[in-house]
């Protein structure tokens, strides 16, 4: 399943989804167009998708006939000021399911300014604020779709941060806000830092750098 379609991504996609052996992507008719984020939650065997106007779910299990249901029908209201752009993703980290919004200034060059998380309460069907991800790490970045979520304790001492958010440059309106960044964002003292290979949080790199999960490339080899 996939957000595709013509337009610039602050405008937001359709949906579609294809099977092995299918000749053509099969298009979905969404209620809640344009789209902005998409995931695949194995704990529901559901896809969720995330729009400015609140997050839908997408049953696919019978490709025959897609269902879907809304699951809620707002978005929080931003702690940042309204003057910085927001970009938001969706992603699952143990067995939840979290939005991640990215505020990037409106200065020339753009560059990010904070992030913030919430957690979705399925019972009570709302997003919860998170102060703190734990041991926990996100990936966000143009080419990840879905952003990814780690332990830090899975890797060697030092190699990640926990309770931070790691980020790659996001394209916007067709051009590249915040074009030449790559650092983090550390949820406990609210501080963007610059990853360790870098001189500089801004020093630019053609073409732009983007997040490569190497278990999931073994398991799909």
């Known amino acids: 399943m996939a957000i595709q379609g013509l337009g610039t991504s602050i405008q937001g996609y359709h ?16 209620t809640l167009f344009p789209y902005r984020d998409l995931v695949y939650f194995s704990d529901h065997q559901l896809f969720y998708a995330l729009s400015r106007y609140g997050l839908e779910a997408w ?10 249901s809304l699951i809620i029908e707002s978005l929080p ?13 969706l992603a699952v980290s143990s067995s939840d399911l979290l ?3 990215r505020f990037v200034s409106n200065d ?20 919860v604020y998170l102060s703190s991800l734990g041991d926990r790490v996100l990936f966000v970045g143009e080419n990840y779709h879905s952003s990814e979520s780690f332990s830090a304790h899975d890797f060697p001492a030092g190699t990640l941060i926990p309770n931070s958010i790691y980020f790659t ?9 915040a074009g030449n960044e790559l650092g983090f964002f550390n ?3 609210k501080i963007i830092y610059c990853c360790p290979f ?23 080899s």
């Not at 440059?169 to 806000?177: A, F, M, S």
């Not at 500089?200 to 799909?220: H, M, Y």
């Open 15 to 30: 949906l579609a989804f294809c099977r092995i052996g299918d000749a053509s992507w099969t298009a979905l008719d969404g």
């Open 59 to 68: 049953d696919l299990r019978d490709p025959a006939s897609p269902k879907s």
């Open 77 to 89: 209201k931003s702690r940042e000021k309204i003057t910085l752009f927001k970009y938001a993703y």
């Open 99 to 101: 939005m991640v919004n």
């Open 108 to 127: 020339e060059p753009s560059y990010t300014v904070s992030f913030d998380v919430y957690k979705l309460d399925f019972l009570r069907k709302e997003w």
């Open 169 to 177: 440059p996001v394209d916007i309106n067709d051009h590249y806000v």
């Open 187 to 189: 949820l406990e003292d």
């Open 198 to 220: 870098f001189k500089k949080r801004n020093q630019e790199v053609q073409p732009s750098p983007a997040w490569i999960d190497c278990a999931s490339a073994v398991k799909l």
